[in-house]
């Protein structure tokens, strides 16, 4: 079982999407599964599927070289159905666009659902954003770059 977690925790998973796909195709080995696909944009109930959201890499880096945030080693860097950005902006702009709450862990990841598409959302444990904040690896007036590549798809 513990073999299976670690397989399908990397997946990144939105609510649709190439990695819904990859999960169920992983667990169909282990059970027994009827899979249906329905397009974006269907009625169901009191709600509409929505667009089909896959992601390919989102990182913020410093100028120095360092990357702060890494899709790539963690999923809940990232809001889901952010959409795509590749700037440099002032560490205060920046700011506003991370997203901390207090988990019981310190070091854990806050789970930030979507519920608009967000440009460029990123998570960040609340220890990492208190280090990051009191200026260990930046001060307000630095850039830094940060891209994120997304795409909407079946809209």
Do not use: K
């Amino acid at each position: 079982m513990m073999a299976l977690i670690e397989e399908l925790f990397p997946i990144c998973r939105s609510i649709i999407g190439a990695g819904v796909r990859q999960t169920l195709a992983i667990l169909q080995h282990y059970i027994p599964l009827g899979i249906n696909e329905v397009p974006s944009g269907t009625p169901v109930l009191d709600w509409t599927v929505p667009c089909e959201w896959n992601i390919c890499d989102a990182y913020v880096t410093h100028p120095d070289g360092p990357r702060i945030v890494d899709f790539a080693a963690n999923n809940l860097h990232i809001v889901q159905y952010s959409r795509p950005v590749d700037a440099v902006m002032p560490l205060a702009e920046l700011r506003a666009r991370i997203s901390i709450r207090c988990p019981i862990d310190q070091n854990g990841y806050p789970i930030v659902p979507p519920i608009t598409p967000r440009t460029g959302a990123f998570v960040l444990p609340i220890i990492s954003f208190w280090v990051w904040l009191t200026g260990v690896i930046g001060s307000s007036s630095t850039p830094i770059w940060r891209p994120v590549i997304s795409a909407m798809e079946s809209c």
